[in-house]
């Protein structure tokens, strides 16, 4: 089994050497993102949302060439173990989530997705068995078309310096930088 361009063991040992442990979501991720690439064009450039900050944005970072920090990834936080391939300048893509509706063959997956047992009462190998086991059969997909909002890139716009702290900062976010609008998370 590949995950992307990873041997399994490969994108295991990218899981725990990423994100700190072979997480269960990053296993499921990475069936997902694999699942989506291979329902794209090859001759296209995507971007990607994720509904979701646990464990899934990783996987598309590991996965693709879409990455918080490039843009090309937006995470909105809907709840949902869920994200979708999308086409740069049309907005139409692919998604996928994680669907409660197939998981009756897989009583441990469901238990982690639906949190019905704490983390050490989960048995982690049967698990990931059974995660290996469901692949895209665990998978929901469905086309779908991105808000045009959401394909606008936004741009820093001019840069200056912030009067109050004198660190640079984007002019558009008003006369002085947000940290000095109270915005910080510093006290």
């Known amino acids: 089994m590949n995950i992307g361009t990873y041997s399994l063991q490969a994108y295991m040992e990218r899981i725990e050497s990423f994100h700190g442990s072979l997480a269960p979501g990053l296993l499921i991720g990475g069936i997902m993102v694999d699942a989506a690439l291979n329902r794209t064009s090859k001759d296209k450039l995507y971007d990607a949302l994720c509904e979701t900050y646990s464990c899934l944005p990783d996987a598309i970072q590991l996965l693709t060439p879409c990455t918080v ?7 909105v936080d809907l709840g949902r173990f869920a994200l ?13 989530f994680l669907d409660a509706a197939n998981m009756d063959a897989w009583p441990e997956i469901r238990a982690w997705y639906l949190k019905l047992k704490p983390k050490k ?15 895209v059969r665990m998978l929901g997909f469905q086309q779908v078309n991105v808000k045009p909002s959401f394909l606008i890139k936004r741009s820093k716009g001019a840069i200056g310096i912030c ?19 109270d915005q910080s998370p510093y006290v």
């Not at 920090?69 to 995470?75: D, F, M, P, T």
């Not at 999308?86 to 893509?93: A, L, P, R």
């Not at 989960?122 to 469901?134: C, K, S, V």
């Open 84 to 96: 979708t391939l999308y086409e740069k300048d049309s907005g139409k893509g692919i998604r996928v």
């Open 121 to 135: 009462a989960q048995n982690r190998q049967t698990l990931n068995d059974q995660i290996l086991d469901a692949g």
């Open 163 to 181: 009067r109050e702290c004198g660190e640079a900062y984007p002019l558009n976010h008003g006369p002085v930088c947000r940290g000095c609008q």
């Open 69 to 75: 920090g490039n843009g090309w990834l937006q995470v």
